[in-house]
Structures are given as C-alpha cells and as structure tokens.
C-alpha cells in the first residue's frame, strides 16, 4: 500500500505557482521523499527528490516539514505543459520498488 | 542521448495467447524495472533486473515472467492472457541498484489490449 496521502485534483491558473502537498505520516528515518509526474499517454516523469533539506531544481522545489509528515511540491510559475498526474512516493535509498499512488490530477487553466 | 525504449508502443492480443514486450534502457543504465498500470490499481511493480538476473518481484502471478540479457535490455512475457492484463506496461531504467535514488528513467510504454 502506498504510504502517501495525496489530494485527488487540484487547479492552478496558468503563471501561478502550483503548491501540490503530500502527507506521508508514517515516513522513517532512512526514506526519501520522490516526486514524479505523468502526462497522459506517457511513462511517469522524475522531478526531484528529498530527505530533510528542502530541495529546489530546474523543474521544481520541495519543502519538507521539520518532522517530516508532510511535504509540499512547488512549481514556481505553472504552464499549460505542466497538467499531469503528480506522485508524491517515499522510498528508501536502494530499494528499487516505486509504490506509487493514485497521486494529484493538476490542470492548469489558462 | 536516446530515452528508454519501449516496443511496440501498442498492441492487441486475444485471450488465453502469450505476449512477450520489450525495453531497451538508456546506455549505460544497467537495471531495469518494469510496472503495470490500470485505471483500477494505479501503477504496480512487476520485476526488477540487474545484471541478468531478477532481483526485486512485486505480487503478481507466475504468468507474468521477465528476463535481462547481457547488454540490458529487458523483455517481459505473459502467457495465458486474461481480460484483466489489458494495461500500459512500463519500463524504467536507472545506472545500478541504489541509484534509482537520482531518478528511474521511464520509457513511454506498450499498451496492451486484451479482447
């Protein structure tokens, strides 16, 4: 079972930041925090990943909560190319396994 | 550099026939995962191979079967075709086990239609 809470949809207008959350309570010491997106038709996407620290990309940031429960996926500037399904997933380091989800539809509105 | 290659991208087969997909990772990537997605069950894994040899297996039944060969690429196999196998099959690759961490590599898939 997958150790993620996501919320099923959400919309964004197009040019905002897009501020997608995750719940992962029951997260230990030794997982990591992944994200991935999918656009209809393809395979899923990486986007950035995270332990503690709060991460920033060419593609995303992501803060992670001091206790770890919850983390955010942030898109700073949102286009139209950015509507998919988004995977919050905890993993641990070498475990090859992706459970993933039922994730976050985004839409972005024009 | 070239993506994860899936073959073919679609595909249509008749109850109780066999079907054998293939995945060629990116060059270089050396482990290769390969997942099943449905609108009803989301994404499972399936298997994972590294250096020939099936290291990982998610809960699937024995007609699901895969296998690595020695310049990586992947194909997976399922034999005695059901209603419920109709799916996009995914293949992901990254360099080595534990370095999935960076980020799998996902190819865009084979849709299976089973009738």
């Known amino acids: 079972d997958a150790k993620t809470t996501q919320p099923p949809s959400m919309d964004c207008a197009e040019g905002r930041a897009a501020n997608l959350p995750c719940n992962h309570s029951?997260?230990?010491?030794?997982?990591?925090v992944y994200w991935y997106r999918q656009i209809h038709s393809q395979g899923p996407q990486y986007i950035i990943h995270?332990?503690?620290n709060n991460e920033t990309n060419e593609m995303a940031s992501l803060i992670i909560t001091e206790d770890r429960k919850s983390s955010t996926l942030i898109l700073p500037h949102a286009t139209l190319r950015d509507t998919a399904v988004y995977y919050c997933?905890?993993?641990?380091?070498?475990?090859?396994?992706?459970?993933f989800g039922t994730g976050t539809r985004l839409t972005i509105i024009p | 550099k070239a993506g994860v290659t899936q073959t073919p991208r679609y595909l249509i087969k008749t109850r109780g026939q066999q079907v054998t997909l293939s995945c060629s990772p990116i060059?270089?990537?050396?482990?290769v995962s390969w997942y099943q997605q449905t609108p009803g069950q989301g994404l499972q894994f399936l298997f994972e191979?590294?250096?020939?040899?099936?290291?990982n297996k998610g809960n699937f039944p024995g007609r699901f079967s895969g296998r690595q060969f020695s310049n990586s690429r992947s194909e997976m196999n399922v034999s005695t075709l059901e209603l419920g196998d109709s799916a996009l099959y995914l293949c992901?690759?990254?360099?080595?086990?534990?370095?999935?961490?960076?980020?799998?590599?996902f190819g865009s898939g084979t849709r299976l239609t089973v009738v």
């Open positions: 060059s270089g990537h050396r482990s």
């Open positions: 995270g332990l503690k």
């Open positions: 191979y590294f250096s020939e040899t099936q290291r």
């Open positions: 992901a690759s990254s360099l080595a086990p534990g370095q999935g961490v960076y980020g799998y590599t």
């Open positions: 997933i905890v993993n641990n380091f070498g475990n090859e396994k992706l459970t």
């Open positions: 029951t997260i230990s010491g030794n997982e990591y």
